[in-house]
């Protein structure tokens, strides 16, 4: 997208999956990147292909760390959250630990990564968190993730609305299951993945360039009266 070219987008959870690719993508359009993981290995591998694009290594569930590894960031035109774990358990044999690692993953670090980028972004910004349709539907096994999910959305309605009057907008993307290599690997049987697919009218799972063009949507001018807005990528599942 033209209107992308020499923005500066921050994007977090780039060691893989949606995050490494959206990066790839961005990079391609012209955007000056800064990608975020706490995987150094991943983002030197990202450099490598892609000399242009910065890279800050941190763990997100660190609040302290994070906020000094984004001190120093350059105004920014963009912000992708996308930073996220899946802990897919029976509510009953979820641990204390599955529980706080998918909160300080999945909304924590929101909260702090935004609040740390803050004062950097521009007038006229956008905000694009990275959610799920678990957010609000349930599926077995997903109690936390769903749970965390689901103030993901909330936080991205209440910064829509403190953020307006700077114009910068706040939406999120609410995607099913999407294939990267970990949703290719835990959707691969048919026993599992049959019962989704057959639920979604489209009869497929969402594509990594589902996920990157919804992204790069709300990321440009394009969607420059969508605020506060949760875009459902299901393929209509939840109109069946």
Known sequence: MADLKDKTILVTGCGHGIGNELCKHLSKLGVKVIAVSKSLEALKALQTEFPKIDIIQVDLKNWNETKKSLA??????????????AVIKPFTELTEEDFDCTFNVNIK???CVTQAVAEKLKYGSSIVNVSSLASSRAF???AA??????AVDSLTKALALEFGPRKIRVNSVNPTVILTKM???????PRKSGPLINHIPLTRLGEVSDAIDSIVYLLGSQSSFVNGHHLLLEGGYSVS
Do not use: Q, R, T
Request: no cysteine; hydrophobic share 40%; net charge negative.
């Open 109 to 111: 670090a929101i909260f």
């Open 140 to 142: 077995a096994g997903h």
């Open 72 to 85: 120093s960031v350059p105004p920014l035109d963009g912000l992708v959250n996308n930073a996220g774990v």
């Open 183 to 189: 949703g290719i690997e835990n959707w691969s049987d």
């Open 145 to 150: 993730y769903g749970a965390s999910k689901a």
